[in-house]
């Protein structure tokens, strides 16, 4: 007897991947576990009595020597439940993950590489400088912030940094599914992130911008 993993139709990321749901879940599971366990045992003890014609005593262990006996055992079958639960859920869900990550490779295609001057396809770099500007805020004020642009500073590179910023914001987002996909999940996945340009940080300008 034990517990079977919840169904993965009702399950979303928050109750698998949260830390405090996945505490929650670790807790109340070892605690039925224990349950399970200590009855278990009180059954097979008053068997072994019955089998040896002797009177059926009252279980021995207390509360706190039950806990002992059965926690850590207990506690492994509460993570391996939870990452079964986590397996069937990326199964589940398995063809949207890799549709998502399919349009993040095309977007990222189109995004990160440029056409050069001789008409050859580059990857593109984001350069981050670290400039000294004003505060929006405290007006009068000079403080040091880092610009990013895609390869030249332009108002179509600071755009398109932030075109790829939201892009791998959404493969982020994906990335707790990963491990517990198949193959070709894990592939996709790795095409993706290796389409992220290179980050070049340039030497700090002190001349104020």
């Known amino acids: 007897m034990s ?30 576990l224990i349950e399970i366990y200590s009855l278990e045992d009180m ?20 509360e706190v020597e039950v806990r002992d006996k059965f926690y850590e055992k207990a506690k492994q079958e509460a993570l391996k439940i939870l990452e079964q639960e986590r397996k069937n ?6 063809d949207r993950f890799k549709k998502i990550i399919s349009q993040i490779i095309k977007q990222l ?21 670290r400039k ?8 009068g004020t000079w403080i040091e912030r880092d610009m990013q642009y895609f390869e030249i500073y332009t108002a179509e590179g600071i755009e398109r940094v932030n075109q790829i910023s939201g892009v791998m ?24 992130l290796d389409l992220q340009p290179e980050i070049i940080w340039e030497k700090k300008k002190d001349v104020k911008a």
Request: some cysteine; aromatic content about 12%.
């Open 132 to 139: 000294v500007v004003l505060d929006d805020v405290a007006k």
């Open 89 to 94: 859920y990326v199964a589940f869900h398995s």
């Open 3 to 32: 517990i079977s993993p919840r169904s993965a139709e009702t399950l979303d990321h928050t109750r698998l991947w949260d830390e405090g749901c996945v505490k929650s879940f670790i807790e109340e599971t070892t605690k039925n």
């Open 43 to 62: 059954r097979a003890m008053a068997m072994k009595q019955k089998r040896a014609f002797q009177p059926v005593t009252p279980y021995p262990l207390s």
């Open 169 to 192: 914001a959404r493969l982020n987002e994906l990335s707790d599914y990963i491990a517990y996909g198949d193959i070709e999940l894990q592939e996709l996945y790795r095409q993706a």
């Open 109 to 129: 295609q189109f995004l990160v590489y440029y056409v050069d001057e001789n008409g050859k396809p580059q990857k593109g770099k984001i350069i981050v400088e």
